[in-house]
C-alpha cells in the first residue's frame, strides 16, 4: 500500500531558529500490482485458445455389409501403400493371368500423374478409387494420398479406404522382395 512519512514533529512553527521540517516523497510498495499482474496473465492464458486443431474430413465406407457399391471395372482403381513409401496400384479387377501386365508400383512423386491421367480418362460417374494400407505402410502415407486425392480435384464420394486382400499383401510383398525394399 501506499506510505507517507508524515513525522514532522509537531505544529506548523515560523520565525529564526526553527528549522524546516524536510519533505520526504511517498513510497509506493508494488507488491499487490504485481500480485494483480500474475492474475491477470493467468486469466488471459487460461482463457485464450492457443490454436485450433485441424482436421481433414474423411469418408470410409459404411459398416453394413448389404449395402456395396456398385462400380464398373473400368473406372474403378485400387491404390495399394507399402512400406518405404511405396505405392502399388491397378485397374479395374485383378486377373490372375494378367496379374504382372495390371499390378504397377511408383512412389508418391509419380503418383499424382497416374490419379490425374485415370481422372481425365474415364467419365465421372463411374470414377472409383479404392484406398487399402498395407500393414507396415505408415500413417502419413494414408493422409499423403487423401492430400493427393484432394489435389487432384477427385470429390470425396469417388474414393474409399477398405482393408487390403490376402492376395494384394502377397503381390506387394513379393514385389518389395524383387526390388529389393527392405
Same mark, same amino acid.
Given at each position: ?26 513510497r ?21 485458445t ?30 495399394? !501403400? ?9 485397374? *479395374?479387377?485383378?486377373d490372375?493371368? =494378367? %496379374? /504382372?501386365?495390371?499390378? &504397377?508400383?511408383t ?27 498395407d500393414d ?8 499423403n494420398? !487423401? ?9 470425396? *464420394?469417388?474414393?474409399?479406404?477398405? =482393408? %487390403? /486382400?490376402?492376395?494384394? &499383401? ?13
Open positions: 500500500m501506499a506510505e507517507m512519512d508524515t513525522s514532522s514533529g509537531g505544529g506548523h512553527k515560523k520565525g529564526p531558529g526553527v528549522k524546516k521540517a524536510v519533505k520526504k516523497s511517498t509506493v510498495d508494488l507488491t499487490p500490482m504485481v500480485d494483480l499482474g500474475f492474475l491477470l496473465i493467468t486469466f488471459f492464458v487460461f482463457t485464450t492457443m490454436s485450433q486443431s485441424t482436421a481433414m474430413n474423411m469418408n470410409e465406407p459404411k459398416d453394413s455389409k448389404d449395402e456395396q457399391v456398385k462400380v464398373k471395372e473400368s473406372g474403378a482403381m485400387t491404390i495399394l !501403400l507399402g512400406k518405404a513409401d511405396q505405392v502399388y496400384y491397378y485397374f *479395374g479387377q485383378l490372375p493371368n =494378367k %496379374i /504382372s501386365e495390371q499390378f &504397377k508400383s512412389n508418391f512423386k509419380d503418383v499424382r500423374q497416374i490419379i490425374t491421367d485415370k481422372k481425365k480418362s474415364t467419365p465421372e460417374d463411374d470414377l472409383m478409387y479404392v484406398i487399402k494400407s507396415k505402410s505408415t500413417f502419413k502415407n494414408a493422409i494420398i !487423401l492430400d493427393e486425392m484432394t489435389i487432384c480435384g477427385v470429390k470425396p *464420394g469417388h474414393y474409399a479406404e477398405d =482393408k %487390403i /486382400s490376402d492376395t494384394e &499383401k502377397k503381390l506387394i510383398q513379393a514385389t518389395e522382395q524383387a526390388n529389393g525394399i527392405q
